[in-house]
C-alpha cells in the first residue's frame, strides 16, 4: 500500500472467498517467490469480480490491469513503468503457476490463454468452455444466406413462369445439377424476352446450347426475337413447346 498507515476494511467492501487450503498450503510454498504470490493471490480477486459461467481471466485483462502491474512491480522492486519488464515477470509467473497446478489455463485463439481457479467449479467452467471450442470446430459452417442475385432453378422459374408443379421438382433439381449456373439463368432470361413462359422451352434452349455451344446472335436483317421463336417452336419440339 502506498504510504500512510491502513484505515482498515470498509464495513461494505466487497467479500472474497479464498480457500482454506490457499493459506495452509499455496502460501507457504510462495512465501519466497513474491511475484508468484502477488499473481496467485490476485486471481482471487480478478475472478471475484467476474459473473456468470463459466468464469474466467485472460491473459490480456491481467496484463492491462494497473492494481496487478503495481503489486507486481512493488514485488519485483520495480517501476511500473518498466512495462516490457511487468509484461514478462508476468508471464513467467502465470507459466510457472500454471505447471504447478495453482492456475489452470485453457488456450484461446493465437496466443491468448484463459485462467481458471483449481476449484471443482472453475474445473467443470473450464471443461464446458472446452467442449465449446471443440464444438465450434467441428460443427459445419452455417449455410449462407441465398443471394437475390444468384438465385436457384426453383426461384428463376418462379420469377419467369409462376409456381413450380411438384411433377416437376425432381426434373427441376436434375436440370440444375446438369447445366451451368449462368446457363439456366439466360435461358430463364431468354424465354422471357420472347413472352414464353414455358419450362420445356427453358429446357429446350439448355439442350440446344449443350450440344451445338453457345453463340453470340449473328447480326443480320431478321428480327432476333422472331429468328429465336422460330429456332425453338421449329423441328420436332414445336408442338410441345407452343
Not at 453457345?214 to 421463336?229: C, K, L, Y
Amino acid at each position: 500500500m502506498p504510504g500512510g498507515r491502513f484505515p482498515g476494511y470498509p464495513a461494505k467492501s466487497a467479500q472474497l472467498a479464498v480457500p482454506a487450503a490457499f493459506f495452509a498450503e499455496v502460501l507457504p510454498r510462495l512465501a519466497a517467490r513474491p511475484a508468484d504470490l502477488v499473481v496467485a493471490t490476485y486471481a482471487f480477486f480478478a475472478l471475484g469480480r467476474k459473473r456468470g459461467f463459466p468464469r474466467y481471466v485472460t491473459g490480456e485483462e491481467l496484463r492491462a490491469d494497473e492494481s496487478l502491474r503495481a503489486a507486481l512491480a512493488a514485488a519485483l522492486h520495480a517501476g511500473v513503468g518498466d512495462g516490457a519488464d511487468l509484461d514478462a515477470a508476468l508471464a513467467f509467473s502465470l507459466q510457472t503457476l500454471e505447471g504447478e497446478g495453482l492456475l489452470l489455463r485453457l488456450a484461446l485463439g493465437e496466443g491468448g490463454g484463459a485462467y481458471f481457479l483449481p476449484t471443482p467449479a472453475d474445473r467443470r467452467g473450464m471443461e464446458r468452455l472446452r467442449g465449446e471450442q471443440e464444438q465450434r470446430r467441428v460443427a459445419p459452417p452455417a449455410p449462407a444466406e441465398r443471394s437475390v442475385t444468384e438465385p436457384d432453378i426453383i426461384a428463376w422459374y418462379e420469377g419467369a413462369i409462376g409456381t413450380v408443379p411438384p411433377m416437376l421438382l425432381d426434373e427441376l433439381r436434375e436440370a440444375e445439377g446438369t447445366y451451368p449456373a449462368g446457363w439456366i439463368e439466360d435461358a430463364f432470361r431468354e424465354a422471357a424476352a420472347l413472352n414464353v413462359r414455358n419450362w420445356r422451352y427453358v429446357l429446350r434452349i439448355l439442350e440446344r446450347w449443350a450440344e451445338e455451344g453457345r453463340g453470340e446472335h449473328e447480326e443480320t436483317e431478321r428480327d432476333p426475337a422472331e429468328e429465336q421463336r422460330e429456332r425453338y417452336f421449329g423441328g420436332r419440339w414445336g408442338g410441345l413447346l407452343r
